[in-house]
C-alpha cells in the first residue's frame, strides 16, 4: 500500500524546523535568527523539482533564513505562519508530507504520504506511513526524495542524464 501511495505522489510538503534543519536555532547577539540547512537534502528536493515534482514548505514559524534557502533551491511554494494544507492545485492522495513533532500531525493527517523523520517524536513516528532511516537536518528529505523518485521509476533516468557524461 506504501508502494501505491509513493507512486501518486506530485508534490513533497516539507516542514523545517526538524526537517530540513536539525531542530536548533541559533540566535546571533542582534536576534536574527541563523538555521544549518543540509546539502544533501538539498540535491533531493534539486532532484524532485528536476523529475518534475513540487516542493513547498509549510511551517508554523516565519524566518528569513528560511526564505533564503528556498529562493537558493527554487522553492517558489511556502506557506509559513500556517498548519495547515493550503489549496495548491493538487489532490491530497497526491501530496506528501514529512514532519517531526506534534504541530505536524494536522497537515500529515490530510495527505496521501505521511513521513516523519526517524527523530521525530513517537506520535508523528505513529501516524507517518513512513519513517526515514536519517534524522531531521541529516539527509531525511534526500532519503524520501530518493525514495519516491526510485518508487515513480524516475530515479535511473534522472541520475543517468543529470550525472552522466
Known amino acids: 500500500m506504501t508502494a501505491d501511495r509513493l507512486k501518486q505522489i506530485k508534490m513533497v510538503l516539507l516542514d523545517v524546523d526538524g526537517v530540513l534543519t536539525c531542530g536548533d536555532i541559533i540566535y546571533s547577539d542582534s536576534g536574527e535568527q541563523i538555521k544549518i540547512f543540509n546539502v544533501k537534502d538539498g540535491v533531493g528536493i534539486r532532484l524532485l523539482k528536476e523529475a518534475g515534482l513540487k516542493v513547498g ?41 514529512v514532519g517531526d513533532d506534534l504541530p505536524d500531525l494536522p497537515v500529515m493527517k490530510q495527505v496521501g504520504l505521511a513521513v516523519a523523520v526517524n527523530d521525530a517524536h513517537e506520535i508523528i513516528r505513529q501516524t507517518a506511513h513512513i519513517t526515514t532511516r536519517a534524522p531531521g537536518g541529516k539527509g531525511a528529505v534526500r532519503e524520501i526524495s530518493e525514495t519516491i523518485l526510485k518508487a515513480q521509476g524516475l530515479w535511473d533516468e534522472l541520475i543517468s542524464r543529470l550525472f552522466d557524461d
Open 57 to 97: 514548505i509549510i511551517t508554523g514559524r516565519k524566518a528569513q533564513a528560511l526564505h533564503h534557502r528556498c529562493v537558493n533551491l527554487g522553492i517558489d511554494l511556502i506557506f509559513d505562519g500556517v498548519r495547515r494544507t493550503a489549496q495548491t492545485g493538487i489532490g491530497k492522495e497526491a501530496m506528501a508530507f
